[in-house]
């Protein structure tokens, strides 16, 4: 079993809340030139590359 470290922790639980799409209410205000999240990736697309 491997155990994470806080650091790790951190920087995962950051880059899940990255992980989420933007909110309907953004696009609205911008008149959808916001639509899509530039730090939005696929688990099985593209790694996440941390070190520890």
């Known amino acids: 079993m491997s155990k994470k470290s806080l650091n790790m922790k951190r920087r995962l639980a950051s880059k899940r809340k990255q992980n989420r799409r933007i909110p309907v209410l953004a696009t609205v205000r911008t008149h959808r030139r ?3 999240n530039k730090f939005q ?12």
């Open 34 to 36: 916001l639509v899509n």
């Open 41 to 52: 990736r696929d688990w099985r697309r593209r790694k996440l590359r941390i070190k520890e």
